[in-house]
């Protein structure tokens, strides 16, 4: 859920900046920003470790933003 949430944001950043492609970058933005996270907790923290079942949580999270802008765009948009 906080990287759906963490899409979204995204989305709305690069579509207020009059990015192009703004889903697009919005969903890039959220994994590689999952997978910079996970990697940095194995090795800034003694006690954790880099879980691959996490980095994909993160993914399906970002993915399923993507699909909901995908395809109600119009609607979130027009409300702005």
Do not use: H
């Amino acid at each position: 859920l906080m990287y759906a949430l963490f899409c979204f944001f995204w989305f709305l950043t690069f579509y207020c900046f009059k990015k192009r492609p703004s889903l697009l970058l919005a969903l890039v933005c959220s994994i590689i920003f999952g997978m910079i996270i996970e990697l940095l907790q194995s090795k800034l923290f003694i006690y954790r470790s880099t879980d691959f079942l996490d980095f994909l949580a993160n993914t399906l999270g970002a993915l399923s933003m993507t699909v909901v802008l995908y395809l109600k765009k119009e609607v979130i948009v027009k409300k702005l």
